[in-house]
């Protein structure tokens, strides 16, 4: 008897060949869970990942990796509707990370406008307030992240997809998006609805993984980055090219440092024996230290 789908699919092409034909695109990783398997703790970001994946295939000319077969929109916002905050006490790590690459362009905000896509808890939000940004918007489809976010920066944040119609045009002088653009079936539409609502002169700033960089490569399958969360992934080459066809000019393209304590990489690594890891760098007296390495993240300043 054949399998009944809790959830609809629906079919995704390649965004720079406009098709998904099997001899271009070759399967490189087999879809790997049921529908039973997916609840709105796999969908929580920073989560211990436990490798569910779609069937992903990986485009011959641009080396885009993508998910072939999906869960259609509405079965997504179900999902991260429910989703939870889980990387709580990593936040001013990870404040201070996106921050500094934009921190020479970003600072006297002044009266100046700002969106943050995929805002979550309103982290970010926080330091472009903190930074002189007279108003700051997020767009955040988990509830428990609105609820949880500061009380200055809450009412800007809209419970849901960030999508047209939210937002005027020619409305922020920047807009973010962290770790959100793989997650999503259309990115390149996403990103055309950023220059619609980005000022003339204004910029987009965006993180997100990089599949060309050496964990993902040493990892292959089991990197954290091979995950049912993420619908298209990038890389330093391929991403520049989508942010055109959306209008932008890029601006830079660079390898983002991460400094967290060995305690999280040790957590978010695929790595065997991890008791006896713990033990030894406890027994070293580095598991609560503060360690920075290029890991695997990419950033891209964008300009209108």
């Known amino acids: 008897m054949s399998q009944v789908n809790k959830y609809n699919y629906i079919t995704k092409e390649c965004l720079f060949c406009n098709s998904t034909d ?34 992903m295939v990986k485009c011959s000319k641009t080396g885009l990796i993508f998910s072939r077969r999906i869960l259609d929109d509405a079965s997504l916002n179900e999902l991260y509707k429910e989703s939870l905050v889980t990387f709580g006490e990593q936040t001013e790590y990870i404040k201070n990370d996106y921050w500094l690459p934009i921190a020479s362009l970003a600072k006297n905000g002044g009266n100046k406008k700002a969106l943050d896509i995929g805002c979550s808890n309103g982290f970010f939000l926080e330091v472009l307030k903190d930074n002189g940004y007279g108003g700051v918007f997020g767009c955040e489809p988990s509830t428990e992240a609105k609820e949880i ?51 003339p002169g204004g910029n987009a700033y965006l993180i997100m993984h990089n599949t060309k ?60 024996f991890k008791k006896l890891w713990v033990t030894i ?16 993240n990419m950033g891209i300043i964008l300009e209108k």
């Open 22 to 55: 099997d001899a271009s695109h070759p399967v490189l990783y087999k879809k790997n869970f049921n529908d039973e398997d997916l609840n709105a703790h796999v969908f929580s970001a920073r989560r211990t990942t436990e490798h569910f994946h779609y069937e």
């Open 149 to 199: 976010a500061r009380a200055d920066v809450r009412e800007g944040i809209h419970t849901g997809f960030y999508g047209p119609g939210l937002y005027p045009e020619n409305f922020f002088d920047l807009i973010t998006c962290f770790q959100t653009l793989d997650h999503l079936s259309d990115p390149l539409g996403m990103l055309k609805n950023m220059y619609f609502n980005t000022k």
């Open 213 to 272: 960089a050496l964990q993902a490569k040493i990892f292959g399958e089991k990197s954290p980055i091979i995950d049912v969360e993420h619908i298209y992934l990038f890389n330093k080459e391929n991403l520049p090219e989508l942010c055109k066809k959306a209008g932008f000019k890029v601006v830079s393209v660079f390898d983002l440092k991460n400094a967290y304590p060995f305690s999280y990489w040790i957590r978010m690594a695929p790595l065997p």
């Open 281 to 296: 760098f406890k027994a070293l007296g580095i598991y609560n230290k503060l360690f920075g390495i290029k890991a695997g």
